[in-house]
């Protein structure tokens, strides 16, 4: 099939939804921002990305406290996922909103979102201006998984688990796990 060049853009799909919790030092307030560019940025030490716009009430608090906690929501909670990227934390508790439980971390000030069944708490390494948007990269410091994702490995089993994923404007279902890493080998 013939390519067609169109214009610069974020042309990579799908990516993960995650909420990022974190928590303002000053206010002692948690908030919520729905977001969609997160993923990963080294193995060792583990270190996850997320980028924010400036404008975002969140990008202040996180720079403030020095750490997020990403937490990957399912399918079930998608409306209410969709609600903190649509409304600030400056007007709006997305907590009370969303009937959310905000749940101590182990190592960092912000606190967990008890409906995500995966919380990784993060720690502040860096921030990169790129644009619209900074980079701020976190050294993941623990993981919290709710047990009955676990599989005998103690993997994550993502297929009980239902995130989502947004696909460019719309929200999708992962599906199914089609391979495996090195599966073209065997």
């Not at 002692?28 to 400036?54: E, Y």
């Not at 439980?101 to 390494?125: D, F, G, M, T, Y």
Request: charged fraction near 20%; charge should be positive.
């Amino acid at each position: 099939m013939p390519k067609r060049e169109i214009p610069a853009c974020e042309a990579l799909y799908p990516v993960p939804v995650v909420l990022v919790s974190c928590h303002d030092v000053t206010t002692q307030k948690n908030n919520i921002i729905t977001i969609a560019w997160c993923g990963v940025a080294a193995s060792k030490p583990p270190t996850l990305s997320i980028s924010v716009r400036p404008s975002r009430h969140s990008h202040a608090i996180i720079r403030a406290s020095g750490d997020f906690v990403i937490n990957i929501p399912t399918i079930a909670i998608l409306k209410e996922a969709d609600l903190c990227g649509v409304t600030s934390g400056k007007d709006t508790d997305k907590f009370k909103a969303c009937n959310f439980h905000p749940q101590r971390a182990s190592k960092v000030s912000s606190c967990l979102i008890q409906e995500c069944p995966v919380n990784i708490e993060c720690v502040l390494k860096d921030t990169v201006s790129l644009g619209s948007h900074d980079m701020f990269l976190g050294r993941v410091v623990a993981v919290h998984v709710d047990e009955g994702l676990l599989d005998k490995d103690e993997n994550i089993d993502y297929g009980k688990a239902r995130p989502v994923v947004y696909n460019q404007g719309q929200y999708w279902d992962l599906g199914k796990a089609v391979g495996y890493y090195g599966f073209s080998k065997k």
